[in-house]
């Protein structure tokens, strides 16, 4: 059964403003360190794995009904790739014990990226 849907679409080019005026200090405060292991160093492949992550957990944060600040971090769940290279989503233990004690939901994510765009979709199953 579905229990949550989210969805979010990123101007590429307003990333990229940021990225300019932030930086690293964006960077550290959007993506875990395992994220900014996997992120290419500079350029467009750069700001497409920025996007495609931050609009990727926005999704996520829409399909729990939290959003980001009191209940949900950006630092609690870290977009991830699979062995093929699909992505998946990794939930920090400490948020998956308060609010998936049973462990019984599967998350799944889609990223796309097409020109100035970035969108990203997460649908809950239980």
Known sequence: MIKGIGIDIVDKERMQHVLQRQG????NRILTETEQKGMPSTGDRQLEYVAGRFAAKEAFAK???FGFGKELSWQDVAVLRDDRGKPTLELCRKWLEIHNPKLKQSYHVSISHE???AVAQVIIEE
């Not at 690293?24 to 960077?27: A, E, G, P, T, V």
Request: charged fraction near 30%; glycine fraction near 10%; aromatic fraction near 20%.
């Open 24 to 27: 690293q200090k964006f960077i």
């Open 63 to 65: 399909a729990t009904g």
């Open 115 to 117: 020109k100035k765009y």
